[in-house]
């Protein structure tokens, strides 16, 4: 059985040891984990493949391999958009987001939009049509968090996802080539029709973010999705962690009870069927119960046990 837990592992700058957390608010999680064996551990940087690890862990799961000059990212576009596998056009998405404008730059401090409803992601959608169909852009709802873009041209832009970029200057990741002008004038202008829309004055108005810009990623082409096997438990994945470590925590304490039963037996013993795979941003751990063929090859020093790798 596999168990996937996104998010378990704490960025770096927080100076926060994810370690030293899951031994005091997870006591289950704590003692399988640190005497289980790190089987593998994956490096992913944001540059490189521009989506997090447990998003790039998904997209490898279910099959998809990105063509040599656009980054794994681009599969985003098909995997959330839930496109059919002959779907003619590259998938590229608008992720509405909220973004926070410093003496810094801007950034997405949070990816995923609080208690966004269809109704209020439509009535967005429905105030920029006129503008849209004045372009030579043509905009599609998905779901309440995102919409499908289709450009009249090939656009092709490293992709990077809103979460892959979390707390960072979006500016280091946009794409300024001349080829897109047309896009960000376009986008310039839902930006100021949405500064006083009614939705973000009641947003706003109820201590929540506005949505006052759209974020273009994706770009691949539809394929035949693999279905993946596991347990996903992705309480922690969207919780504005530098906010909120206090929620971080009481949810950590809400997975380390409901996973007790998959590693653990009647008698408390571990189970050896079990490999658990946990997440950061950029570094996702396999870890396994080590039987004794790993320990008489292996050893069991500190390079097998996971927080080597943090």
Aim: some cysteine; glycine content about 4%.
């Amino acid at each position: 059985m596999n168990i996937i837990i996104p998010g378990l592992i704490l960025p770096k700058e927080m100076n926060i040891k994810s370690f030293d957390m899951i031994q005091t608010y997870a006591p289950y999680l704590y003692e399988f984990i640190n005497t289980s064996y790190a089987k593998s551990n994956f490096s992913n940087s944001t540059e490189e493949n521009g989506c997090t690890a447990f998003e790039k862990w998904k997209l490898k799961s279910c099959g998809f391999e990105n063509e040599k000059n656009q980054l794994f990212s681009s599969g985003l576009g098909p995997f959330l958009a839930k496109t059919e596998p002959n779907d003619p056009y590259p998938v590229w998405l608008l992720e509405l987001i909220h973004l926070d404008v410093g003496i810094n730059g801007a950034t997405i401090s949070n990816p995923k939009i609080e208690k966004l409803d269809s109704r209020e992601s439509i009535s967005l959608l429905e105030s920029i049509l006129p503008i849209i169909r004045k372009s030579e852009f043509k905009i599609e709802f998905i779901s309440p968090e995102r919409w499908r873009l289709f450009p009249p041209y090939n656009i092709d832009i490293e992709s990077f996802s809103p979460k892959s970029i979390t707390g960072k200057n979006i500016n280091n990741f946009l794409d300024y080539k001349p080829k897109l002008s047309n896009w960000r004038k376009l986008l310039n202008e839902i930006q100021i029709m949405w500064n006083k829309h009614d939705v973000n004055i009641n947003r706003l108005n109820n201590g929540l973010d506005t949505i006052n810009s759209l974020w273009l990623y994706g770009g691949a082409m539809s394929w035949n999705f693999k279905k993946y096997e596991g347990i996903i438990l992705d309480d922690l994945e969207n919780i504005e962690i530098y906010d909120n470590i206090e929620l971080w925590i009481n949810k950590l304490a809400n997975i380390d009870l409901s996973v007790k039963s998959h590693l653990f037996s009647k008698n408390n013993k571990k189970k050896k069927d079990i490999t658990l795979t946990i997440f950061g941003t950029d570094i996702s751990i396999e870890i396994s119960v080590p039987n004794i063929f790993k320990r008489i090859i292996y050893g069991y020093g500190r390079k097998n046990k996971w927080q080597y790798y943090l």
